[in-house]
């Protein structure tokens, strides 16, 4: 069994910062990209960032570019997501995915359960 467990959200003012972090366990042979997507009411889910394996590629949506920095330690399994600058409309549930190869050498896409960002005075 693969996990990914989304952490570090919360509630923030316009204008401050968050760190999510994203840590994949279990039965893991080696993980490929990993990304950040978020959904919130009545809009449809939306891509963040992606990063690839090495950690030399990255991706952001222009929503967040210069905002949101998107890193990881394969050391630990762990993809973060550095938000500052924050925003109301940046406000919604965050969800990691990752490209995971498993040890049964299948590669699956997995997701967390998601972290809720609340951006509001």
């Known amino acids: 069994q693969v996990q990914l467990v989304d952490s570090g959200g919360g509630l923030v003012q316009p204008g401050g910062s968050l760190r999510l972090s994203c840590a994949a366990s279990?039965?893991?042979?080696?993980?490929?990209?990993m990304g950040w997507y978020r959904h919130s009411p009545g809009k449809e889910r939306e891509f963040v960032a992606a990063?690839?394996?090495?950690?030399?590629?990255?991706n952001y949506a222009d929503s967040v570019k210069g905002r949101f920095t998107i890193s990881r330690d394969n050391a630990k399994n762990t993809a973060y997501l550095q938000m500052n600058s924050l925003k109301p409309e940046d406000t919604a549930v965050y969800y990691c995915?990752?490209?995971?190869?498993?040890?049964?050498?299948?590669?699956?896409?997995?997701w967390g359960q998601g972290t809720q960002v609340t951006v509001s005075s």
């Open positions: 995915d990752g490209d995971i190869v498993n040890s049964a050498r299948a590669t699956v896409r997995y």
């Open positions: 279990g039965s893991i042979f080696s993980i490929n990209a």
């Open positions: 990063i690839s394996w090495s950690g030399a590629n990255t």
